[in-house]
């Protein structure tokens, strides 16, 4: 566990109290924790799942068709 000093204002340590009580954490470290985690959640980039990786391989294997045209790609489709 990494431990840390930090200084808040006055509106930032109400905000962490509200947070502590509204959440019933035991400690205001939770709470940071907790918002962190929120943090983390919503604006950090996501880990890719490894069965999403799998499927992305997957497709990079397999044979690509390459188009001349519009009208090359249609005949495509149409077949």
Do not use: C
Not at 3 to 12: F, K, N, P, T, Y
Not at 24 to 32: C, H
């Amino acid at each position: 566990m990494v431990q840390s000093i930090i200084d808040l204002g006055v509106s930032e340590d109400r905000v962490l109290n509200i947070v502590k009580a509204q959440h019933g954490l035991k400690n205001k470290s939770q709470a940071v924790a907790m918002i962190l985690n929120i943090y983390q959640d919503s604006f950090l980039e996501p880990e890719l799942r490894p069965e999403y990786i799998k499927k992305l391989e997957k497709i990079n294997k397999e044979k690509h068709h390459g188009f001349k045209d519009i009208d090359d790609l249609r005949k495509q489709i149409e077949e």
